[in-house]
């Protein structure tokens, strides 16, 4: 029996048109992928809504906080099989963390999006679609997390990543690899997630900072984000998890008012970790009360921390 899969629109290029006069990318008002909908029913009985219509830059916190809440109403009153969201690919692994930590449904939810507008050739946004709505109605997905499927590979929404400005195989996890893979006649998994975390949150009220560590940073950026009123902060470190010592009276000053100062390390590969015991290095930083994030990318990081921060105690 087929499906009943919830296929929700947010925008990003799977949702627009190259102006083939210009070569610019634009919003368009009607969303083509609508137009091709027909193709993918014969997977799933599809129901299409639109929640936004952005370009994914334009996403933020509280908009994905919104979707997420569109997301639990859908799926409280009626008995949908599987949810498919398409957005924009600059922050879709930002959107498919914030969900993957604010909801904790078992049913699959799938994000796609697409490297080429809907009228260029090579359009990647309905073959996307199509394989996302696939995964999304197949029951191995169940209770696998926030999926994200594009290009034949199915991620988890914690370890993938946008790895090339263009390239259609720009989605990969580094270090992790896909869960998954998409094939003409089946969607086979080879991995699963081990842990997950889940923040019951209704507003998002905090604000969190990250910086990129980089030779001969100093202290100044952290005074400075005491006074524009942050909650908390992420710093991609070096290496192994390790900063410039000019740093350590700006991180000793953020403790010390109790905002919350995360390590993650700035290489894609790797975790960071309380090795090395110079000034700035990683011993020192975790004996100061930095708190250590194993193997998240900043920008993770940053939602994870934004949302712990944020979660109904
Ligand atoms: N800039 C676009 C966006 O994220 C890129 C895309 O969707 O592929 O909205």
Redesign the pocket.
């Known amino acids: 029996m087929k499906k009943n899969i919830l296929l929700i629109h947010t925008?990003?290029?799977?949702s627009?048109q190259m102006n083939t006069q210009t070569g610019g990318?634009i919003l368009s008002p009607a969303n083509p992928l609508s137009l091709e909908i027909d193709k993918i029913q014969q997977f799933a009985n599809i129901t299409e809504f639109e929640v936004f219509n952005?370009?994914?830059?334009h996403v933020t916190p509280e908009k994905m906080n919104h979707l997420k809440n569109v997301l639990l109403n859908h799926t409280e009153n009626t008995t949908f099989d599987g949810i498919v969201i398409t957005?924009?690919?600059?922050?879709?692994e930002e959107t498919a963390y914030f969900l993957e930590l604010s909801t904790n449904l078992s049913i699959p939810v799938v994000i796609t999006?697409?490297?080429r507008s809907s009228n260029e050739i090579g359009a990647d946004g309905v073959y996307n679609l199509m394989s996302a709505v696939r995964v999304a109605a197949s029951e191995e997905a169940v209770d696998k997390g926030v999926l994200v499927v594009l290009n034949d590979e199915i991620h988890t929404a914690t370890n993938v990543t946008k790895t090339h400005s263009s390239s259609v195989a720009t989605f990969q996890s580094p270090q992790y690899g896909p869960i998954g893979i998409v094939t003409k006649s089946a969607i086979h998994f080879h991995h699963a997630p081990i842990t997950r975390f889940h923040y019951p949150v209704k507003h998002i009220d905090k604000k969190v900072a990250m910086f990129k560590i980089y030779a001969g940073m100093e202290s100044d950026l952290l005074h400075s984000i005491i006074n524009l009123g942050y909650h908390g902060v992420v710093l991609e470190g070096l290496g192994q998890g390790n900063v410039p010592p000019a740093m350590i009276p700006g991180i000793q000053n953020l403790l010390d008012v109790n905002i919350p100062v995360i390590l993650v390390s700035r290489c894609f590969n790797g975790i960071a970790q309380d090795i090395y015991a110079y000034e700035g290095g990683g011993k020192m930083l975790k004996d100061l009360g930095v708190r250590f994030e194993h193997g998240l990318s900043g920008q993770k990081a940053r939602l994870k921390l934004l949302l712990e921060l944020c979660a109904i105690n």
């Not at 925008?11 to 799977?14: A, F």
């Not at 952005?54 to 830059?57: R, V, W």
């Not at 957005?87 to 879709?92: F, I, K, R």
């Open positions: 925008g990003g290029t799977i627009m990318v952005l370009p994914s830059p957005h924009g690919t600059d922050t879709l999006g697409a490297m």
